[in-house]
């Protein structure tokens, strides 16, 4: 059960929109729509952003959206704030009920 | 509103235990699994395992099968999440979060709880 893999570090300046990648296989992210992304700053919880791929709980930002090509999932942040800057973890329902995290990326605004 | 709160952080020596607690309120606790995660020291979130909504079973990762007993009290609301024969490689924060029954997302955390092992 090896990670997700995300790059380490993804960076943009005020206003401008990132993505993040997140690359599994045909055993997690290639055949399941239940990729996940969490937001998390030092010391807090980790914050639900993205479900199903592309799906916002209620109360997040619009400018965060998910999607998914093949083995790859994406998570992009439009109008970067600088309240964005944290580390995102993708994760994906693998199979009989078990998970895999990314390896994470932090952003700096 | 919904809240996981842990228990306090632990300091075990290697090859002791720690049982971490984490307790439900402000949702019907038989709606939801609970799974943990931790975060060892300058490391990523790790997915260890969850407890079914109905309290009687459990998925470990392999990686933990054999030295992580998940349990829960549907009593108090409270899930319990046990690591045995722990090495300095254990000391991370560890997470509560629960999902709605095949909802296949975290929409909840604890706040954590700081697990150190050392001599």
């Known amino acids: 059960q090896s990670a997700l893999t995300q790059p380490a570090w993804v960076s943009g300046s005020p206003g401008q929109s990132i993505t993040i990648s997140c690359t599994g296989s045909?055993?997690?992210?290639?055949?399941?729509?239940?990729v996940s992304w969490y937001q998390h700053h030092p010391g807090k919880a980790p914050k639900l952003m993205i479900y199903?791929?592309?799906r916002r709980p209620s109360g997040v930002s619009h400018r965060f959206a998910g999607s998914k090509s093949g083995n790859t999932a994406s998570l992009t942040i439009s109008g970067l704030q600088a309240e964005d800057e944290a580390d995102y973890y993708c994760?994906?329902?693998?199979?009989?009920?078990?998970?895999?995290f990314g390896t994470g990326t932090k952003v700096t605004v | 509103q919904v809240q996981l709160v842990q228990s306090g952080a632990e300091v075990k020596k290697p090859g002791a235990s720690v049982k971490v607690s984490c307790k439900a309120s402000?949702?019907?606790?038989?709606?939801?699994?609970m799974h943990w995660v931790r975060q060892a020291p300058g490391q990523g979130l790790e997915w260890m395992g969850l407890?079914?909504?109905?309290?009687?079973?459990?998925i470990y990762a392999p990686k933990f099968q054999g030295r992580v007993t998940m349990t829960s009290d549907p009593f108090t609301s409270t899930v319990y999440m046990e690591v045995s024969g722990l090495t300095p490689a254990d000391m991370a924060v560890y997470y509560c979060?629960?999902?709605?029954?095949?909802?296949?997302?975290?929409?909840?955390w604890g706040q954590g709880t700081l697990v150190t092992v050392s001599s």
């Open positions: 402000g949702y019907t606790f038989t709606d939801y699994h």
């Open positions: 199903d791929v592309s």
């Open positions: 045909s055993s997690d992210v290639g055949v399941y729509d239940r």
């Open positions: 979060t629960r999902e709605g029954v095949e909802s296949y997302r975290f929409d909840s």
């Open positions: 407890i079914f909504s109905s309290g009687g079973r459990t």
């Open positions: 994760n994906s329902y693998t199979n009989i009920y078990t998970y895999v």
